[in-house]
């Protein structure tokens, strides 16, 4: 029924005899742990179809975002790979890989999204150079690029895209169309974007007719 699917997609919650839509509107951040149980096993097929493209020797950059941490706990039995990230729940996932050199940030924690921002966090950023950046997004469309809900948290992925020879955005299709308050890149500045098989075909289609690589999980 689409009212089980609305529901199940977050867009409403079921009552005695109807539903009603779920409060807030595309600015209220959810948190990690909110957002964790969400589109589970598609995040998970698209974090397996991102740990295709790195490469043992690789110099990577991860920010925050249940996506990217699925990635993360698949990358911990690669050796000679370095992973630089401003999330602490990631850096705990690889702390004991002894193949991987982790490279992490500082700043300021904030506890939505376990990501480190702020002065320190952007200097760090400001001073390194990575091969690939996968990047996590609240939201993403044609017109309005890469974007999430928190400015400084903006701010800070502005200069994870500047810091890397290639962007791989990931991100299930709850997120396609979606436009939050900050934009930290436009859409021009992703070279492959990974999702899953119910993304919309006419998105996937405009994005490979700029020039953008695809990847379906």
Request: overall charge negative.
């Amino acid at each position: 029924m689409w009212i089980e699917t609305l529901e199940r997609e977050g867009f409403l919650t079921r009552t005695h005899g109807g539903a009603v839509p779920v409060r807030g509107g595309s600015d209220e951040e959810p948190s990690f742990m909110e957002k964790i149980n969400k589109f589970s096993a598609e995040k998970l097929a698209i974090a397996r179809k991102a740990a295709e493209l790195v490469l043992d020797g690789d110099t990577i950059l991860l920010n925050a975002g249940t996506t990217i941490t699925a990635l993360a706990q698949l990358l911990k039995n690669h050796n000679n790979l370095t992973v630089v990230t401003n999330t602490v729940n990631i850096a705990m996932e690889l702390a004991h890989s002894e193949g991987i050199n982790l490279v992490l940030t500082g700043g300021n924690m904030r506890t939505k999204s376990y990501a480190m921002v702020g002065s320190l966090t952007e200097r760090v950023l400001r001073e390194i150079h990575v091969q690939k950046a996968f990047l996590g997004v609240n939201g993403i469309s044609i017109e309005h690029g890469l974007t999430t809900p928190n400015m400084t948290e903006a701010h800070t992925n502005s200069l994870m895209v500047a810091a890397a020879d290639r962007v791989i955005v990931l991100a299930d299709h709850s997120k396609i169309g979606r436009v939050t308050l900050s934009r930290f890149a436009p859409i021009s500045a992703v070279n492959t974007f990974i999702t899953d098989s119910n993304a919309p075909r006419d998105f996937i289609e405009e994005l490979t007719r700029r020039g953008i690589e695809v990847i379906v999980a």
